[in-house]
């Protein structure tokens, strides 16, 4: 049954990696929906991995992650493979948001974060920023892309083209209170056939707050290429530090001015 | 806490050339006005030269800052204004975000420039004025006034030479955010530079001659500060295991070791020229010091090279 989409609500997505087939396509929902043409193929010698990366011309990324066991006589248990159709997280304290001094990103009334095409102006704070190397420019319209969880289609009261195009259902888009509890159970039917390895990654508010786009993980965020949630850190850490050092500086510096040009008498 | 050890997976953000050279010039122009100013309120009569050369020093670094961050937003070079102006419909209005290095750096140039253009202006007056009286540099004009708005723009100006470095560190870069100490790397790096731009032109204004010693002087001291904060700077990347992502950019890290040592040397050597002390003297000092001045100035570039090229 189609969600009822009511702007005002927390919506987001719950990727289940362990049952992505790698199939890519989110990859190409999202690139037919969105008009995106995509970046020029390229052999990346990475595995079944053709995409590369998140970018301007790539908001959903499957990435192959080679995790056969050594002992290939073992059981995977599900983790010869790893695949993750990666996406922008839509973090609730976003780190591009924290940073962008045009207020090009805002947060829309689905609780999602978007970058406004025509106020952004391509300063790149934010994908200095982003600590999941979501945010790319688009070198022809000069502004930063990135997913908009298909903004455009929600209005129109239609789920996210990735989500709806997923043949697994690894993508599952909803209301995030609805989506949490669908994760919980699934993990806890996971961890009851012994699969204590796997985990919720972003489903509470340790890893920025919470995030709107959160993952069931097959293995430790990092293997995906994920901070955990101990190097989670927004950028405006170092704010009042690298002031408070430069203030420090400042002083200092005065003082051995005024010690070199005071005024003194002639030896 | 100074240990910031942090896994990274990110994307660099492409602040090439245009960035390095802003970040270079707006450590002239702040640190020019900045020690023009100190010249001028705590220095002799007789400083009032090197003081006018640093104010003008000040606003021709400050007119390169715009064009530089503008042709670095290439195909939206044509909305930069939106840094200053929130367009978003339903919230217009002047954008400030205190939070981001940024937005306060833009805004602190914007501000700074009226005081580094007002500050050259009045240099260009007295210097006209002097000229007529042919005599030593006059006094400031604005009295008591005058000395506030000064120093105003001398708060203004350190503020524009470190928030560059706090600018890298507030990101989720690799050592850019390992460190709190680029602030104030950068505003040291940017004093010395400065002193030894402003020394190095006196060598075209005699009656700037009697403050090439304490430029040079001050410029020491600046080094001192320099290099506690690079050894700080290094200790915190190290902790945090990005240390060596530096390696690459290894003769870079030298050049800008040689331009404090530079400093350090002119400083030991020179601590007080007077044209007192004879034709002779001086022209050596001048002909030493366009030696220490350009290495100072190319250890500047370097440092900031090798900082910002070596995360990305």
Known sequence: MATKITPGESYGFFTDTSICIGCKACEVACKEWNQLQGDSPQFLADSYDNTGQLDAQNWRHVKFIDNVPDQSANAGDGRAWLMMSDVCKHCKHASCMDVCPTGAIIRT?????????????????????????????????????????????????????????????????????????????????????GITQAQLYGRDDKVYGGLNAFFLLMDKPETY??????????????????????????????????VAFRRRRES | MIYLAAEHFVRAPQWTWYILFYFFFAGLAGGSYALATLLRLVGEPRDEGAARLGFYASFVAT???????????????????????????????LNFKYWSPM???????VVFSVFAAVSAFESFVLDRRDRSAMGDPGRPMGGVLGRAFNIVGGILALLLVSYTGVLLSVSNQPIWSDTW?????????????????????TRYRPNAAFSLGRLHEADGYFSILELVLLVAFFITI??????????????LWLLALVGIGSS???????????????????????????????????????????????AQ
Not at chain 1, 126 to 153: E, F, W
Not at chain 1, 156 to 176: D, N, Y
Not at chain 1, 228 to 251: E, T
Request: aromatic share 6%.
């Open chain 2, 238 to 251: 190290i902790a945090a295991g990005t240390a060596g992502m530096t390696v690459q950019l290894l003769p």
């Open chain 1, 225 to 258: 290429g994920l901070p955990n949630a101990d190097n989670a850190g927004l950028p405006s850490r170092n704010d009042v530090g690298g002031y408070l050092i430069g203030l420090v500086a400042a002083v200092l510096g005065v003082v051995g001015g005024i």
């Open chain 2, 103 to 109: 937005s306060v750096g833009v805004w602190a140039l």
């Open chain 2, 63 to 93: 007119l390169f800052c715009p064009v530089l961050l503008t042709t670095d937003l290439a195909a939206s070079w044509w909305k930069f204004w939106h840094m200053l102006i929130n367009v978003t419909p339903g919230d217009q209005g």
């Open chain 2, 264 to 310: 350090l040397v002119a400083a030991r050597g020179q601590m007080r020229i007077r044209p007192a002390g004879g034709a002779a003297v001086v022209a050596r000092a001048r002909t030493d010091t366009l030696v220490v001045s350009l290495l100072v100035l190319l250890g500047v570039l370097a440092l900031r090279a090798a900082v910002i090229f070596s």
């Open chain 1, 109 to 193: 009334e689905f609780d999602t974060v978007f970058i406004q095409q025509d106020v952004c102006n391509g300063c790149r704070n934010c994908i200095a920023a982003c600590p999941y190397s979501v945010i790319a420019m688009n070198q022809s319209t000069g502004t930063a892309h990135k997913c908009t969880l298909c903004y455009d289609r929600l209005q129109g009261g239609l789920e996210p083209a990735c989500a709806k195009a997923c043949p697994t259902q690894s993508i599952k888009f909803g209301p995030l209170a609805e989506l949490q509890q669908a994760a919980d159970v699934r993990l806890a039917a996971l961890q009851s056939q």
């Open chain 2, 181 to 201: 100490m680029l602030g104030g790397l950068f505003l040291a790096s940017g004093l010395s530079g400065s002193a030894a731009l402003i020394a190095l032109m």
